[in-house]
């Protein structure tokens, strides 16, 4: 099975699989040279939502569309660090 931003939810990974999306928007923004506000500007988020998708409480597909875009990556890139 695939998995995608476009079909990612809970049922779609299994228990044991552990996907940490905030933690690797954090370490791809930061392996850019990226800060929080750095991103936000270029995303069109504010800081506090990028913030929020980093600590893992906030994974919206269309805020993780706009910071794969800003940072260049595929939005899969999130999934399967």
């Known amino acids: ?4 931003i ?3 939810d809970a049922s779609t990974v299994g228990a044991s699989a552990h996907v940490d999306i905030g933690d690797a ?3 791809s923004r930061q392996a850019i040279g990226y800060s929080v506000d750095d991103l936000a500007l ?3 988020l504010t800081d506090v939502e990028i913030t929020n998708i980093e600590a893992g409480a ?3 597909p269309g ?3 706009r910071i794969a875009a ?3 990556l595929p939005v899969t890139a ?3 660090s």
């Open 70 to 72: 800003a940072l260049q």
């Open 6 to 8: 476009n079909n990612f």
């Open 78 to 80: 999130f999934l399967l």
């Open 63 to 65: 805020k993780l569309r």
């Open 1 to 4: 099975m695939t998995v995608s």
């Open 25 to 27: 928007v954090r370490r």
């Open 42 to 44: 270029t995303c069109g």
């Open 58 to 60: 906030d994974a919206d």
